[in-house]
Nanobody, 115 residues
Framework: QVQLVESGGGLVQAGGSLKLSCAAS????????MGWYRQAPGKEREWVAI???????NYADSVKGRFTISRDNAKNTLYLQMNSLKPEDTAVYYCNLAAGVRLPWGQGTQVTVSS
C-alpha cells in the first residue's frame, strides 16, 4: 500500500518561510490530482493547495499569493513552499490525493508560526 511521508515542518516566526515535502512510496503522483491539507487544533482538516489532474493549481483563499505547490513525479514527491507565514497557518500539514478515495493519511508535519 502506498505510504505518504511528510517532512519539513518546524517552528518559524511570523513572516518566515518553510518548504514542506511529501514523499510517496509508490508512483501515485503521475496522472493523479494531489494536494496539501492542514488541520489546526480543534478544527477540521482543510485543503490548502492542489494540483488537478491537468496539473493546474488551486489555492485556498487564505494562502493564495503566499504558498506555492510543486511536484516532482520522477521522485514521487510533492512540495509546498510557504512564505510570509502567519500564526494562523499553525497546523499539522498533510498531503494526499485531491480527488476520489483518499489514501491512508500520513503522520503529517507540524508547522508552528510564532507571532
Amino acid at each position: 500500500q502506498v505510504q505518504l511521508v511528510e517532512s519539513g515542518g518546524g517552528l518559524v516566526q511570523a513572516g518566515g518561510s518553510l518548504k514542506l515535502s511529501c514523499a510517496a512510496s509508490g508512483s501515485i503522483f503521475r496522472g493523479n490530482a494531489m494536494g496539501w491539507y492542514r488541520q489546526a487544533p480543534g478544527k477540521e482538516r482543510e485543503w490548502v493547495a492542489i494540483f488537478t489532474q491537468g496539473y493546474s493549481t488551486n489555492y485556498a483563499d487564505s494562502v493564495k499569493g503566499r504558498f506555492t505547490i510543486s511536484r516532482d513525479n520522477a521522485k514521487n514527491t510533492l512540495y509546498l513552499q510557504m512564505n510570509s507565514l502567519k500564526p494562523e497557518d499553525t497546523a499539522v500539514y498533510y498531503c494526499n490525493l485531491a480527488a476520489g478515495v483518499r489514501l491512508p493519511w500520513g503522520q503529517g508535519t507540524q508547522v508552528t508560526v510564532s507571532s
